[in-house]
Nanobody, 126 residues
């Protein structure tokens, strides 16, 4: 059974930092690109960041470039999203998603990923 489990969300003040984790099990981890998406209150889910199967390629949305860092541990099957200089507009439920690395879109598309986590809530507020 494939599982993607996000953790690390919470309440943080503007300018603060959080590190999200996505623990993956039940699939051949290095065959998958991993993406982060988020859904803010009242908005559609949007792409945040993606890291390729070997960590060699990373793509991020313009809204998080320079503030968020994507990394993966292919030994322990975990992906991390380090989020710095957080802003109120970063408030959202953050989801990780696994997309087969070969023969799929790059970066992964919301409509095309193979597996989703249930999400973790990040709230940026003073």
């Amino acid at each position: 059974q494939v599982q993607l489990v996000e953790s690390g969300g919470g309440l943080v003040q503007p300018g603060g930092s959080l590190r999200l984790s996505c623990a993956v099990s039940g699939l051949a981890f290095t065959n998958y690109n991993i993406a982060w998406f988020r859904r803010a209150p009242g908005k559609e889910r949007e792409f945040v960041s993606a890291i390729s199967w070997n960590g060699g390629n990373i793509v991020q949305s313009d809204s998080v470039k320079g503030r968020f860092t994507d990394s993966r541990d292919n030994v322990n099957n975990v992906v991390y999203l380090q989020m710095n200089t957080l802003k109120p507009e970063d408030t959202a439920v953050y989801y990780c998603a696994a997309d087969q690395a070969f023969g799929s879109d790059w970066p992964p598309q919301d409509s095309g990923v193979d597996f989703w986590g249930k999400g973790t809530l990040v709230t940026v507020s003073s």
